[in-house]
């Protein structure tokens, strides 16, 4: 019988602070960092976050970072310094409903919505003749394939 009053203690504290208004956390100054080095574009009507560096000198190769769910560009945080010694330029961006990107209500999201937005991002920097390098997990693999279909 315990058991069951802590599911329901765990699902109603998130639903009363929601409830309340409860405002959320302050971002760490690691996020605050990826945040003020990154930019937007804008995918019919809605803000995309994206995070664009340029690296290795020599090198031509593009690599666009697809992240995974329920996370944002963030997760690749810890070896963007080692792509952007391998490739001429880095990419990652957060998907529509992640991130810092934005997150409308209501909405449809959908993985071929998504993959249209990676898209969008690669024509809005001038990529879509160039040869892209993909580089995904978990749900960005999804999106992964949608773009290679």
């Known amino acids: ?46 803000n995309i976050f994206y995070r664009d560096s ?7 190769d593009i690599v666009v970072l697809l992240h995974g769910f329920p996370t944002s560009s ?5 070896i963007w310094e080692g792509l952007t010694q391998r490739f001429h ?7 529509i409903g992640f991130g810092f990107s934005d997150k409308p209500r209501p909405h449809h999201y959908s993985i071929f919505e998504q993959a249209s937005i990676v898209e969008g991002l690669v024509r809005h920097l001038g990529l879509h003749h ?15 394939q949608e773009l290679l279909h």
């Not at 330029?89 to 998907?95: E, H, K, P």
């Not at 580089?135 to 693999?141: A, E, K, P, Q, R």
């Open 1 to 46: 019988m315990k058991e069951w009053w802590v599911q329901v203690g765990l699902l109603t504290v998130p639903l009363l602070a929601i409830y309340l208004h409860i405002p959320p956390p302050k971002l760490s100054p690691a996020l605050l960092s990826w945040r003020s080095s990154g930019g937007f574009f804008t995918y019919k009507e809605q």
């Open 54 to 60: 340029t690296g290795a000198v020599g090198s031509s």
């Open 74 to 78: 963030y997760d690749w945080c810890k």
């Open 89 to 95: 330029r880095v990419i990652a961006l957060d998907f």
């Open 130 to 144: 160039q040869r892209i390098n993909l580089l995904s997990h978990d749900y960005g693999d999804t999106v992964a």
